[in-house]
């Protein structure tokens, strides 16, 4: 069955340093990923989208790469900040293109 | 408007009654997504529109779930005979064309007790 894996549910760092959180897929080949964020008691909110066709995408601090050949995309955010605190969940378009399925999360804290 | 909505913000119910759960997507936005979300937990996929057809609804868990949606606009999602477990924030998302970014409602918060 197709399958989505954050291999982190927790991932504490320092601010200043650079977060890295990892997304593995399973048994499809998806056209494309996103990566969403989510704070306590509220709905998540769409950060990027990368393409099969695209190794690597950027939006101010965050970098996402997708790796198909590994079935994985990194999601890195760079001199990371208390504020990037956060639930953050990788989503796949599942084979048939009838559902966005997503990753159960990573929840990154990042101390002062 | 300006997002996606989702009324009533928050649903306290007796076991077994039934209650009607609304989503008022993005104008415009042909895909509808219901999403629940049980406390610390992720995303459960519930079901999918494109436009006011559902292809898939193997994500509903039960036959007391149901949900449509009308005038390529407004989706209600259904649940009857409410059970302790269905206690959940039950999320909606709406998309332009389904393979692009999804927009989040703030969701609705439902307590069965």
């Known amino acids: 069955s197709q399958k989505i894996e954050q291999n982190s549910e927790a991932l504490n760092i320092q601010e200043g340093k650079t977060a890295t959180l990892t997304c593995n897929y399973t048994?499809?080949?998806?056209?494309?990923l996103q990566w969403y964020r989510q704070d306590p008691g509220r709905g998540p909110v769409f950060l990027l989208l990368?393409?099969?066709?695209?190794k690597e995408k950027r939006k101010e601090r965050l970098k996402v790469t997708f790796d198909t050949t590994l079935k994985q995309s990194l999601f890195h955010i760079t001199a990371s900040q208390p504020a990037d605190s956060a639930t953050y969940l990788c989503?796949?378009?599942?084979?048939?293109?009838?559902?966005?399925?997503f990753g159960k999360g990573t929840t990154l804290s990042v101390s002062s | 408007g300006a997002g996606v909505s989702q009324s009533p913000s928050n649903k306290v119910t007796e076991k077994g009654k039934d209650v009607e759960l609304r989503c008022d997507p993005i104008?415009?936005?042909?895909?509808l997504y219901w999403y629940r979300q049980r406390l610390g937990q992720g995303l459960e996929f519930l079901i999918y529109?494109?436009?006011?057809?559902?292809?898939?609804k193997s994500g509903l868990p039960s036959d007391r779930f149901s949900a449509e949606r009308t005038g390529e606009s407004v989706s209600t999602l259904t649940i009857q005979r409410t059970q302790q477990e269905d206690s959940a924030v039950y999320l909606c998302?709406?998309?332009?064309?389904?393979?692009?970014?999804?927009?989040f409602g703030q969701g609705t918060r439902l307590t069965v007790v």
């Open positions: 529109f494109q436009g006011n057809s559902a292809p898939d």
């Open positions: 989503a796949l378009i599942n084979q048939a293109g009838t559902a966005l399925i």
């Open positions: 048994n499809y080949s998806p056209a494309y």
């Open positions: 998302a709406s998309s332009p064309f389904g393979d692009t970014e999804a927009f």
């Open positions: 990368i393409r099969e066709n695209e």
């Open positions: 104008s415009g936005h042909t895909a």
